[in-house]
């Protein structure tokens, strides 16, 4: 037996394993309800018999102030955030299956984040059952929208003058009275610390945001 047919045989019929990023773009764009691509540092797949059931993704965030407001400047560059989580049929254990085993992957120190967005109806379950720690909900912000375009997402919007000095004033000019502020729903909060005893200390000590035990404690 050739060693590629053995390493096969061997193989669990159910695995997890980092991905190319492109592998991804399906779930994204076409399954998942954002249908946006964010940033992807790293992309991680579950298998069945050699199938993508279900795809985990992790990216640097996109806000300074988000990076530097979970523990401090010290640690921001650590600061990663699991942004995509899809599953084709969802079976029982497999997101928090895929979530643990891509975690475990992940370079380490690693200080990850994750949302739970409530205008969906996500709540974090997986995140719980995933032993993540729950810090309440995220602040109150606006989105910015335009009449028409409603399907695509705030950041979008924003993206379309990336670099104008005033971008509010630059979309008014451009749509009038279509653009306009949208409360954006609240998201449920998660974090994960991953590396050495003394490094998860650390961010633990170093933690700015309220650990809430309860959801009904952070409404």
Excluded at 186 to 201: A, D, N
Aim: proline letters at 5%.
């Amino acid at each position: 037996m050739r060693v590629l047919d053995l390493f096969h045989t061997l193989k669990p019929s159910t695995y997890v394993e980092r991905i190319p990023n492109a592998m991804t773009h399906d779930f994204i764009l076409n399954r998942h309800y954002a249908r946006r691509l964010p940033s992807i540092s790293y992309a991680f797949g579950l298998f069945y018999d050699g199938v993508l059931e279900g795809i985990c993704t992790f990216g640097t965030p996109s806000s300074a102030p988000l990076r530097t407001g979970i523990c401090g400047k010290e640690y921001s560059h650590l600061v990663i955030e699991l942004n995509r989580l899809f599953l084709l049929n969802n079976k029982r254990n497999d997101a928090s299956r895929l979530i643990g085993a891509s975690m475990r992957m992940l370079p380490k120190p690693r200080i990850i984040v994750s949302f739970a967005d409530m205008a969906h109806g996500h709540t974090g379950g997986v995140y719980r059952a995933s032993n993540f720690i729950y810090c309440g909900l995220s602040a109150k912000r606006t989105d910015w929208k335009v009449r028409g375009l409603e399907h695509l997402h705030g950041q979008t919007i924003a993206d379309e003058f990336r670099g104008v000095p005033n971008r509010s004033a630059a979309m008014r000019e451009k749509y009038g009275d279509d653009f306009y502020l949208e409360p954006r729903s609240r998201k449920h909060r998660y974090l994960y610390f991953i590396g050495s005893r003394k490094e998860v200390r650390g961010f633990r000590q170093a933690l700015t945001w309220p650990v809430t035990s309860t959801q009904a404690e952070a409404a």
